[in-house]
């Protein structure tokens, strides 16, 4: 994808910065030849893939060049992580999705966010290969490939897509539909995707249980909190981006009072 033009927005980094994810991630896309970028190892929870390191210093230094003054706090970086959270930094996940760029499906990202005093004000996320860019500033909407997505309508508990990462719903996610009684669902990768499908009105609910980071949710949560959408943590509670980086899971939803029927839902 050839970066750019974008419309205008009213942040100064914010078209910076979307040039800087769509030119790591068409990188992204070209190193998925090379299977020293494809492989790694688990670590944890998480798959660790070659492209991860890659992406990684490719964006950072992007980042850098945009605004030195401003530091990196990356998934990548573990010394960037132990530090106390600056005032402003650049909160960044080079490749979510790993898993799915490793073994061949579409769903990954490259992405980042702007965080100032304690909460995302920029975003950017670019998914290579649909070659399909969502980006965000706080208070003027969000957008899709450069044009506004409009405000997401009511999505009531039941009605709808549910999302999730398996071929059919599994898990928590099996749960949430049995009982509120989804029949719709779509498969995606990365939860940063899955989370930006809610905001153009592909899906509407994802819920997951398993650990997820700032770096994951801080980008998608914007763009889709700018269209009317919400994401709390999976008990409701709102996330922070203070203190720690890692919470049990979340919920992203179009309709904000349907992500907390499902909190309440989970905690009973």
């Given at each position: ?11 100064p ?24 970028a ?59 999705g ?6 061949g499906?579409?769903?990954?990202v ?48 039941g ?8 071929p ?32 153009d ?13 700032d ?22 509670s ?19 009072s ?11």
């Amino acid at each position: 994808m050839t970066p750019g033009p974008y419309p205008s927005p009213s942040h100064p980094l914010s078209e910076a910065m979307a040039e800087a994810v769509v030119a790591v991630g068409d990188r992204l896309r070209a190193w998925r030849s090379d299977p020293a970028a494809r492989g790694g190892a688990w670590d944890g929870d998480q798959f660790k893939a070659g492209a991860d390191a890659l992406a990684h210093r490719a964006l950072s230094e992007r980042l850098a060049a945009i605004d030195g003054r401003i530091p990196v706090v990356s998934e990548e970086d573990p010394a960037s992580l132990r530090r106390e959270r600056p005032p402003r930094y650049w909160l960044i996940d080079p490749v979510d999705g790993t898993a799915s760029y490793a073994h061949g499906f579409p769903g990954y990202v490259t992405q980042a966010a702007l965080v100032i005093g304690g909460r995302p004000e920029v975003a950017a996320v670019f998914a290579p290969e649909s070659e399909t860019l969502y980006t965000a500033v706080r208070g003027q909407g969000a957008r899709r490939d450069g044009r506004s997505l409009p405000p997401l309508g009511a999505a009531p508990p039941g009605r709808g897509v549910l999302t999730d990462n398996t071929p059919e719903p599994r898990g928590i996610a099996r749960r949430v539909r049995e009982h509120f009684g989804y029949g719709g669902y779509l498969e995606s990768g990365s939860i940063s995707l899955k989370l930006c499908l809610i905001a153009d009105g592909s899906a509407h609910l994802f819920v997951k249980d398993v650990p997820v980071r700032d770096w994951d949710v801080a980008a998608p949560a914007l763009v889709l909190e700018e269209v009317g959408g919400l994401v709390t943590r999976l008990d409701g509670s709102p996330f922070g981006y203070r203190g720690p980086y890692e919470h049990t899971g979340l919920v992203g939803g179009a309709d904000p009072s349907t992500c907390r029927a499902v909190a309440r839902w989970l905690a009973s």
